[in-house]
């Protein structure tokens, strides 16, 4: 079956350091791959995302290439601000009729001033 | 304003009572979904229902029960079957799409069960 794996965390970082999330997946087919971010308290908000393979998902500084041969879809940002302090979650849609998504476990990232 | 409504935002309830959770849309999206998500853990399915009138079971649903009879409304009950009911639920939406079915979320309700 589908499933996702995220580097463990936590990750803390100061400001303007660069930062990478690691996520790589296994599945069928040809999944849609996503990122999501959740702040303190709050639902999940898409961060951005990719549907095929060599496609680079972009938004608010950050990006994650869609690469099939190393099945990896890692969360990059060259420099972090305080503001993403937040969990992220990388996420693999199913190219079946189900139409679920399949999440990691989750990447705390903290951000100090 | 369109969006995803889940209500109430906290909600208290005491052992072996059954409670609904709300979740309502005006995005006009086919597709809805009820996640669970624990501390320190990704979202399990719970239930999902491509059209009205018409439910499955996700991964986690023994416990659980949902009703589809508008497109809007998805509300669902955790029931006192439900051995561990204290979680953050999440309710989600998406439409089916060409290659890809994104879905967006509401802003969640937290269960705690006394």
């Known amino acids: 079956g589908n499933s996702v794996t995220q580097m463990e965390g936590p990750v803390t970082l100061s400001e303007e350091a660069f930062l990478t999330i690691n996520c790589t997946y296994t599945?069928?087919?040809?999944?849609?791959l996503f990122w999501y971010v959740q702040y303190p308290g709050e639902g999940l908000q898409l961060l951005l995302k990719?549907?095929?393979?060599?496609d680079k998902g972009s938004n608010k500084g950050f990006e994650a290439t869609y690469r099939k041969e190393t099945t990896s879809f890692h969360l990059e940002k060259g420099s972090v601000q305080v503001s993403d302090s937040a969990v992220y979650f990388c996420?693999?849609?199913?190219?079946?009729?189900?139409?679920?998504?399949?999440f990691g476990s989750g990447t705390q990232l903290t951000v100090l001033p | 304003d369109g969006g995803i409504t889940q209500s109430p935002k906290y909600l208290f309830r005491k052992e072996g009572q059954n409670v609904t959770l709300s979740c309502e849309q005006n995005?006009?999206?086919?597709?809805m979904y009820w996640y669970r998500q624990d501390p320190g853990q990704g979202l399990r399915l719970i239930y999902y229902?491509?059209?009205?009138?018409?439910?499955q079971k996700g991964d986690i649903a023994e416990g659980y029960s949902v009703s589809r009879e508008k497109k809007e409304s998805f509300p669902l009950t955790v029931t006192s079957a439900q051995k561990n009911p204290t979680a953050f639920y999440l309710c989600?939406?998406?439409?089916?799409?060409?290659?890809?079915?994104?879905?967006?979320f509401g802003p969640g309700t937290r269960l705690t069960v006394l």
């Open positions: 990719a549907t095929k393979a060599d």
């Open positions: 996420a693999l849609g199913s190219s079946g009729s189900a139409r679920q998504l399949t």
């Open positions: 229902s491509q059209i009205v009138n018409d439910f």
């Open positions: 995005l006009n999206h086919d597709a």
């Open positions: 989600a939406t998406s439409t089916p799409g060409l290659s890809t079915d994104t879905q967006y």
């Open positions: 599945a069928t087919g040809y999944p849609s």
